[in-house]
């Protein structure tokens, strides 16, 4: 079992590791605390070795890792990598490590299912059982047991043996080009930045006056940037209730926030917030944002969209891929309204799959039954 805490020992092994065809990667962190992921450990895996590195270390130099990551000779493997690419968005400065092959979207193009867990593959393909009692553990603490560090490189060994298999799969299925454009969307920077000004949309806003709106987004903005600034959770600042009750209430002095007995801010945040709520009330009415009433959907749609689940259903089954990865909910309700609606579904293997049926569904070019319990598609008689 290697634990690598010096600089030269990481150069090392990177450098062995650049020199195989694939590595697979996972990484522990703790972000209960902070804004940003603390990034504690890193676990790699080639053919014959696997490493963690203790990115806590006293003086260690991470350059060699970002080095390997952004090697673009070797794959990089990966389970659910989201959260994985973000941490090593922020190390790499914007960069992304490339190219990158995600066990869990494999998986899910070879018949497993909806965003299948680490332990299914591990137990149904790798033929093994993970110990979980280090799953919780606190991974910031020094030093790290044995028994924490066997947890972690597990979690690279069986994947060596779990993206072997996937991807012998996946090419006799001939199926290689929908994992690598599924993954090529997972590696888009954009999805790992969060622009203040983005930040209201996460909130769930009822009300539509615009003043209020343009409130909660200013309040919105001005909390990311705080929680950014000082590393911490955003709830840390200002709780998501807490926000809105600002927005609603608009105190416009110091005395009249101090009565708002549920927000507790310190003597910076308050003066701050003060500032965006007078700036807000400033503006002029044409200055202020106006988003669109919703609009009740036309009659019929619901229908429509129940019957395109019905076949997305049927067209998952009969190919063995997870529904989700062909189609989502908001895009069944897009395809429902328009037959050239900017979709996924529409495109590629999708359509394919898919999408192509979804249309001759719609205009009955095709119908749908059931025999001996299942759904079959039918061909309407000539007229």
């Not at 590195?53 to 130099?61: E, F, R, S």
Request: proline share 6%; aromatic share 6%; glycine share 4%.
């Amino acid at each position: 079992m290697t634990l690598i805490t010096e600089t030269s020992d990481l150069r090392a092994v990177t450098e062995r590791l650049r020199q195989e065809p694939f590595v697979t990667i996972d990484t522990e962190f703790m972000r209960e605390r902070t804004y940003w992921a603390k990034l504690c450990l890193v676990q790699l895996a080639g053919e014959a070795e696997a490493v963690a590195i203790d990115t806590l270390a006293p003086g260690i130099d991470l350059t060699p890792l970002i080095e390997l990551l952004a090697d673009t000779r070797v794959l990089k493997v990966f389970h659910a990598c989201r959260q994985d690419l973000e941490i090593f968005h922020r190390l790499m400065d914007g960069g992304m490590p490339a190219p990158v092959f995600d066990s869990q979207v494999a998986a899910m193009v070879c018949g497993f299912g909806e965003e299948v867990a680490y332990e299914t593959l591990v137990n149904r393909l790798a033929k093994a059982r993970l110990d979980k009692s280090s799953r919780f553990t606190d991974w910031s603490r020094r030093p790290l047991s044995e028994a924490q560090l066997t947890y972690a490189l597990s979690d690279v060994t069986h994947l060596r043996t779990i993206y072997k298999k996937l991807s012998s799969r996946i090419e006799q299925a001939g199926r290689t080009e929908w994992v690598a454009e599924e993954t090529a969307g997972l590696t888009q920077p954009g999805l790992y930045v969060t622009e203040p000004e983005d930040a209201w949309r996460r909130l769930k806003v009822r009300s539509r006056e615009p003043r209020f709106i343009a409130l909660v987004q200013e309040l919105a903005a001005w909390r990311e940037r705080k929680a950014q600034a000082r590393d911490l959770p955003r709830n840390r600042v200002i709780r998501d209730d807490l926000l809105m009750e600002l927005a609603a209430q608009k105190p416009k002095d110091h005395e009249a926030l101090r009565r708002l007995d549920r927000i507790n801010l310190d003597r910076e945040s308050m003066r701050e917030v003060l500032e965006v709520i007078t700036a807000v009330h400033a503006r002029p009415e044409s200055d202020l944002p106006q988003l669109p009433q919703p609009k009740p959907p036309p009659r019929g749609l619901g229908p429509t969209v129940d019957l395109l689940r019905v076949l997305l259903k049927h067209c998952a089954e009969e190919s063995d891929v997870a529904q989700r990865l062909i189609a989502t909910s908001a895009e069944l309700e897009e395809l429902a309204l328009d037959d050239e609606a900017d979709v996924p579904a529409l495109k590629g293997w999708r359509r394919e799959l898919f999408g192509a049926r979804a249309l001759d569904l719609k205009a009955g070019r095709i119908g749908l039954a059931v025999r001996n319990r299942q759904i079959v598609l039918i061909e309407p008689p000539q007229a």
